[in-house]
């Protein structure tokens, strides 16, 4: 799907990050280009309201967390698709989506929660990232069409000479052989997108988007040359789709943010009123890889399997806004720390991004504080 790079401090054993095909949807450039697109569309007053929800946090940024989470979250994986036979000629919910289990239900779910005046902070950030990203996977015609190969998952097809399954070629691959930086396509698309009346694309529903992608994949994406070589009249053909498909996408996200969150009354974001380079656990996401503080009230505190212990802020795992993450404890101090639960303390270092979830490593004890007062 359209994903990041973590970088640990040099003692510190490693975590596996995801790999391989369905690591990515649309790829992370994808998915970022679309929250760009989607940022440019958004009314002055829904920009303000996401900005609050995101604790700062830019849409671009939080464009790529609803895949970086699946391998915590793996029951979420399900909401980024719906297989809809590629024979079909509608959406039937009875066998496509009968769970619920589907991205065409999940969106509905969040367009919701992110209207819910009851919704807590945290359900409706997760609500929000889960929109900016699904938007996204709902344009990519293979989220929405099998054709008995899980979506082309297992098709395997020849491109520029190498072996890939069918599926990745259309969550970048065919946007990679533009051979563009994502700035550089970015500037392409929005060269076509002052060519056009976006206004148009903003009609219709989820289904109906989720319907169009179908009939995309079933006219090109499933189009496959024989030997199953994709030469260069397929990526002719299909890469302006793909083009139009990250500007419609774009496009319906920012409408549907700014039908969403029309009466959202948004928490002004100002300068940290706990000083400079100290950020709330809310706030943390927004500002990795920076050197900072970020304070909040530590709600468990998580020894795993492998003996690496996680303070978990704002809500308990997997939920919570923020982690400071002791890797093989050896400092002594390290026993002590479950009588931090229910304390506001605040934790220094580098802030990270691991699997979607905002973190500092910490090795001594001198990083954890108490906390100043909100």
Same mark, same amino acid.
């Given at each position: 799907?359209?994903?990041?790079?973590?970088?640990?401090?040099?003692? #510190?054993?490693? *975590?596996?990050?995801?790999?391989?095909?369905?690591?990515?949807?649309?790829?992370?450039?994808?998915?970022?280009?679309? #929250?760009?697109?989607?940022?440019?569309?958004?009314?002055?007053?829904?920009?303000?309201?996401?900005?609050?929800?995101?604790?700062?946090?830019?849409?671009?940024?939080?464009?790529?967390?609803?895949?970086?989470?699946?391998?915590?979250?793996?029951?979420?994986?399900?909401?980024?698709?719906?297989?809809?036979?590629?024979?079909?000629? $509608?959406?039937?919910?009875? $066998?496509?989506?009968?769970? &619920?289990?589907?991205?065409?239900?999940?969106?509905?779910?969040?367009?919701?929660?992110?209207?819910?005046?009851?919704?807590?902070?945290?359900?409706?950030?997760?609500?929000?990232?889960?929109?900016?990203?699904?938007? &996204?996977?709902?344009?990519?015609?293979?989220?929405?069409?099998?054709?008995?190969?899980?979506? &082309?998952?297992?098709?395997?097809?020849?491109?520029?000479?190498?072996?890939?399954?069918?599926?990745?070629?259309?969550?970048?691959?065919?946007?990679?052989?533009?051979?563009?930086?994502?700035?550089?396509?970015?500037?392409?698309?929005?060269?076509?997108?002052?060519?056009?009346?976006?206004?148009?694309?903003?009609?219709?529903?989820?289904?109906?988007?989720?319907?169009?992608?179908? $009939?995309?994949?079933?006219?090109?994406?499933?189009?496959?040359?024989?030997?199953?070589?994709?030469?260069?009249?397929?990526?002719?053909?299909?890469?302006?789709?793909?083009?139009?498909?990250?500007?419609?996408?774009?496009?319906?996200? #920012?409408?549907?943010?700014?039908?969403?969150?029309?009466?959202?009354?948004?928490?002004?974001?100002?300068?940290?009123?706990?000083?400079?380079?100290?950020?709330?656990?809310?706030?943390?996401?927004?500002?990795?890889?920076?050197?900072?503080?970020?304070?909040?009230?530590?709600? $468990?505190?998580?020894?795993?399997?492998?003996?690496?212990?996680?303070?978990?802020?704002?809500?308990?795992?997997?939920?919570?806004?923020?982690?400071?993450?002791?890797?093989?404890?050896?400092?002594?101090?390290?026993?002590?720390?479950?009588?931090?639960?229910?304390?506001?303390? &605040?934790? *220094?270092?580098?802030?990270?991004?691991?699997?979607?979830? #905002?973190?500092?490593?910490?090795?001594?004890?001198?990083?954890?504080?108490?906390?100043?007062?909100?």
């Amino acid at each position: 799907m359209w994903r990041s790079l973590l970088l640990l401090f040099a003692f #510190a054993p490693l *975590r596996p990050t995801p790999t391989g095909p369905n690591s990515h949807v649309w790829y992370a450039e994808g998915h970022r280009l679309i #929250a760009r697109i989607a940022e440019s569309r958004l009314t002055p007053h829904t920009a303000e309201s996401v900005r609050s929800i995101l604790g700062g946090q830019s849409m671009a940024a939080a464009s790529t967390w609803a895949d970086d989470i699946k391998t915590q979250r793996p029951q979420t994986k399900p909401v980024h698709f719906v297989n809809i036979p590629l024979e079909a000629t $509608s959406y039937d919910p009875a $066998s496509q989506c009968g769970t &619920g289990h589907c991205i065409i239900a999940e969106l509905e779910r969040d367009r919701q929660a992110l209207m819910d005046s009851g919704s807590t902070d945290i359900e409706r950030a997760e609500a929000l990232r889960f929109l900016i990203h699904l938007i &996204g996977d709902l344009h990519q015609p293979l989220h929405v069409a099998d054709d008995h190969d899980r979506g &082309g998952n297992d098709r395997n097809v020849m491109l520029r000479g190498e072996w890939l399954d069918l599926h990745k070629v259309w969550d970048g691959e065919l946007i990679k052989t533009m051979g563009l930086s994502e700035e550089a396509y970015f500037q392409r698309l929005k060269k076509e997108m002052d060519s056009l009346n976006l206004s148009e694309f903003e009609s219709g529903t989820t289904i109906d988007w989720a319907m169009e992608g179908h $009939s995309i994949a079933k006219e090109h994406a499933y189009h496959i040359p024989k030997g199953s070589h994709l030469g260069q009249s397929y990526v002719d053909e299909n890469l302006p789709l793909v083009d139009m498909a990250l500007i419609k996408a774009g496009v319906r996200l #920012a409408k549907v943010l700014n039908d969403a969150l029309m009466h959202y009354q948004p928490a002004p974001l100002a300068a940290s009123p706990l000083g400079p380079q100290v950020y709330t656990d809310r706030e943390a996401a927004a500002h990795v890889g920076e050197i900072a503080m970020v304070v909040g009230t530590v709600v $468990s505190v998580h020894r795993s399997k492998a003996g690496n212990i996680h303070l978990n802020f704002g809500a308990d795992y997997p939920h919570q806004t923020f982690s400071g993450t002791i890797l093989n404890p050896r400092d002594p101090g390290f026993n002590q720390l479950d009588t931090l639960a229910g304390k506001r303390v &605040g934790v *220094r270092g580098v802030i990270k991004s691991y699997k979607g979830q #905002a973190e500092i490593l910490i090795e001594s004890m001198d990083q954890i504080v108490p906390g100043p007062a909100p």
